[in-house]
């Protein structure tokens, strides 16, 4: 499917605080851009994935930005945790975990999801929620990703949930906020 003005690609995110952001960059700087094949992403892109609705008729964005609203909660007690690539049979994203320490992140996205099921007819992965920030693709397969160390682990809430329109291009994606709610 594609972007049209009746089609859009929708997902609900937990925003990170800049300082987590600046973090993210320096090591995806000194630690990811010297390995080859991949390619870093904007630092203005980092974000949690809470639920990732997909190709969308435009008519879902306003249902769905009103689930977002309604649902919006803090998600506290977060951190940096570890580097990881994804999917561990064919390696294409390098993420750095995201370690929910108290538990409001996983209730913030059982939440969302459930809502998103009921009044948007999101079908919710069948596989456990696993909080992460993707910071590179890489270009092509990779057989045997590269060992990279972790970030620093840093400690910090989520500063809002928004829902973002994507537009994919050749530079990547660009996300658009739809809606946003400070938590």
Known sequence: MSEGPDRVRLFAALDIPEDVRAELARWSREEVAALDGLRLVEPESFHVTLC???????ADARRAAAVVERCAGPARGLALDGAAWFSPRRPRV??????????????LHARLSGALAEEVGYEPEHRRYNPHVTVARARAELRRPPAV???????FDGSAVTLYRSHLGRGGARYEPVARVVV
């Open 52 to 58: 990732f609705l997909g190709w969308r008729e435009a």
């Open 94 to 107: 390098l993420s750095a975990g995201v370690a929910d320490l108290g538990g409001e992140l996983h209730a």
């Open 149 to 155: 160390d972790p970030p620093a682990p840093l400690a």
